[in-house]
């Protein structure tokens, strides 16, 4: 049979279809494209013209001033280490506790899961969390922006409702050649799980990196603030106020409003855009490709 793109009526609707994904994807970088432009403008141009791509006058004032202090660098390494360790511990602890939990042997499994599906529903609320956080003696350590959220229920149950796809044969075959259960975890489930645990560490990263209320909330000490709370302190102050001016000599001049705002979110965002083209072979590759074949 003649494929669908093959025919007249395949090839208008591909061309459809490129056309209409062309013009959204256009739409959605355009955003991007200005706040890029912006942060390299002059405050004259961002007030006299609402759009651009291409800034009339090439300025490096914002990005001088936000690498000439030491505050945004360590903002943003608080931000990286703080991601990364809170991406592991996530992915940690959500598929070591949906294997169990999909497996039909586990003695009180549905009560755990009715409870794992209650706190979906229902949470403690910020007070709550923040007197639990506060005995356990987080206050303005890097775990308490790890720890309260290391496992997202609907995260679990996704995860959970993969290992219960996969076929039974594989695990009773790995005991017959006397594998354990770590070792049917570690050396079975894992390597066949590499598309899951790929999306999921986004998502997780993503929502770590993009979080600063947990550091609003938890973290005291403006040293340890992530680069987010840095953001949103300029954001809502609307001044230039991320380092020590003065220190930067009599002649400095203080850089734009507009184009600070713009770059620091430039320099905020390119960090997480990176890992997006290592973790998108996965997306569609086939979860169970290759493991069983009859």
């Not at 007197?131 to 290391?150: C, F, M, Q, R």
């Not at 409702?161 to 354990?180: H, R, V, Y």
């Not at 390597?191 to 899951?196: A, E, F, I, T």
Request: glycine share 6%; aromatic share 14%.
């Amino acid at each position: 049979m003649p494929k669908m793109h093959n025919t007249p009526a395949g090839r208008v609707f591909d061309g459809f279809n490129f056309v209409f994904l062309g013009l959204a994807g256009l739409l959605m970088i355009c955003p991007l494209l200005y706040m890029v432009a912006g942060s390299f403008a002059t405050e004259a141009e961002l007030t006299r013209r609402s759009f651009f791509i291409f800034p009339e006058t090439f300025s490096l004032e914002a990005y001088k001033y936000i690498f000439s202090t030491d505050t945004f660098v360590r903002s943003l390494i608080v931000s990286i280490l703080v991601t990364l360790v809170g991406t592991i511990v996530c992915l940690l602890f959500t598929f070591t506790m949906a294997y169990p939990l999909s497996r039909k042997t586990l003695m009180g499994r549905n009560a755990i899961m009715n409870l794992i599906v209650f706190s979906m529903l229902f949470s403690g609320g910020m007070i709550p969390t923040y007197i639990v956080v506060k005995s356990l003696g987080l206050l303005d350590s890097y775990w308490a922006l790890i720890l309260p959220l290391a496992i997202n229920p609907f995260n679990l149950i996704i995860v959970k409702s993969f290992f219960q796809n996969i076929p039974f044969e594989l695990e009773e075959a790995a005991k017959i050649d006397g594998c354990t259960e770590f070792g049917i975890f570690w050396r079975i489930m894992l390597p066949l799980s590499k598309p899951v645990i790929a999306t999921f560490a986004l998502f997780y990263a993503v929502a770590i990196w993009n979080d600063f209320f947990s550091a609003l909330l938890y973290i005291n000490d403006s040293t340890k603030w992530p680069v987010q709370v840095l953001l949103q302190q300029i954001i809502i102050l609307s001044q230039t106020t991320i380092g020590d001016a003065a220190a930067m000599g009599a002649n400095y001049v203080e850089p734009p409003d507009q184009s600070l705002k713009l770059a620091v979110v430039v320099v905020a965002t390119l960090p997480i855009l990176f890992v997006y083209p290592f973790l998108q072979k996965h997306f569609a590759k086939g979860m169970l490709l290759g493991s069983v074949k009859g």
